[in-house]
């Protein structure tokens, strides 16, 4: 599966020394807050099953290495909130909502899963 978030991107207030980076909202380009859409699956007819989550607030920190770590990590935390949506499959490109979805939290842990 796959996200992408809205052209320009999410960007980011990054703080002096790297370590935490705050998501803009409302986005200065946009004046609109951040959205991603995230494919989460595909249903019985193969189209695309996502959510088109709104961030309220994101917050990305790298975390310090331990001498256990194989690659950097990083928190993101933050809330989002949006429709789950699916093609309606007429082919006219019209979605329909199936429900809501909301993230909130202080914060997932993630490895870095990709080169530079």
Known sequence: MSSVCSSPGIGFDVEKGGVTAQAVNPD?????????????ALDA????VFID???TNLTITK????????APRALYGGAAMGPL???????????????????????DSFHRTTQP
């Not at 007429?90 to 809501?100: A, E, F, K, R, V």
């Open 85 to 107: 949506m699916e093609d309606d499959g007429t082919g006219s490109g019209t979605n329909m909502q199936i429900d809501t979805c909301s993230y909130s939290g202080p914060g």
């Open 53 to 55: 989550f709104s961030f």
């Open 28 to 40: 200065p380009f946009t004046q609109k807050a951040p959205l991603c859409e995230l494919v989460v």
């Open 45 to 48: 007819n193969g189209l695309p």
């Open 63 to 70: 975390l310090p290495l331990s001498s256990t770590d194989k």
